[in-house]
């Protein structure tokens, strides 16, 4: 399917997987903290029926959301995916009873959540798998090497597509490409938080891309800048509109995947990131994160 009147339009992560710049995140679909069943089933569903209708094309997913919930609620709407729908999950950690965040980086447990992907979506191959590393805000160091080998070994039996890293520095990333390519990386990014800008351009020069996870937040909430109210009164939009518009125009590379689980919410942000915001008002947006 294609989707070229979508804001930003497409990215070519490789040959085989195009997506929409205008992506969906999926964890909002489960239940409160990411946990357990939603309340309304039938609006999850419907806010990823609307998601292709919109044409999107990049849906962002784990099976520890739920955990299992968000998958087979992307199942139960969507399958079978339409052509050109490309579903992207993370492993690398899991949920407990309580539904604490654990990690999850054993060989077994890296091919238990690979499998589990594969069945609650109904796929028999995973389009791209993001190997994610422990920390929120920022990467904590060490070698991911051990387990990224894990997941080339899945993808050389071909259980998975393509591989990329969510949560990462630069030198976990250059060690991962030493393994295998890397086509996506997925990190915590927004016009306040922007430590990451020297590495995004980096991978933007080789053609690789960047999601940014918690784009509205994380530490930062777009209402609490006089700047960016000033932006979007000026342009008669909303505050979150202005952020991810920002986004969108900062680099060709940037992929966005907002989460919401309203249907009106996700049309107002598939609107919201098609602003196009003037030089003068970027130079001013720019500004909050320095």
């Not at 419907?46 to 968000?70: F, K, N, Q």
Request: proline fraction near 6%.
């Amino acid at each position: 399917m294609a989707a070229t009147t979508l804001p930003g339009g497409t990215f070519t992560m490789a040959p085989d997987l195009a997506v929409t710049r205008v992506g969906y995140g999926c964890m909002q679909l489960a239940g409160p903290n990411v946990f357990g069943p939603p309340a309304d089933r039938a609006a999850a569903v419907a806010v990823l029926r609307e998601a292709i209708a919109l044409g999107i094309t990049h849906l962002d997913t784990s099976d520890y959301y739920g955990p299992h919930v968000t998958n087979q609620i992307i199942r139960e709407a969507l399958h079978p995916y339409p052509d050109g729908v490309h579903i992207v999950t993370k492993v690398g950690g899991r949920r407990d009873a309580e539904g604490r965040w654990l990690e999850a980086f054993a060989p077994d447990e890296l091919r238990q959540a690979v499998h589990d992907n594969l069945r609650n979506l109904g796929l028999d191959v995973l389009d791209v798998v993001n190997l994610r590393v422990a920390g929120l805000e920022r990467p904590e160091s060490g070698s991911i090497a051990a387990p990224f080998t894990a997941l080339a070994e899945m993808q050389q039996e071909g259980l998975i597509r393509h591989l990329g890293v969510s949560n990462v520095s630069a030198e976990q990333i250059a060690e991962a490409q030493s393994i295998a390519p890397v086509v996506c990386v997925q990190n915590f990014y927004n016009i306040a938080n922007r430590r990451d800008d020297d590495l995004l351009d980096s991978l933007a020069g080789r053609g690789i891309a960047y999601v940014p996870f918690l784009p509205l937040g994380g530490g930062f909430s777009p209402l609490q800048s006089t700047t960016l109210d000033s932006a979007a009164a000026r342009l008669g939009a909303t505050p979150l509109a202005v952020a991810l518009a920002w986004l969108l125009q900062r680099s060709q590379n940037i992929l966005l995947i907002s989460g919401t689980s309203s249907v009106a919410h996700l049309r107002e942000n598939v609107a919201g990131a098609g602003l196009s915001l003037p030089d003068d008002v970027v130079g001013d947006l720019n500004a909050i994160g320095s």
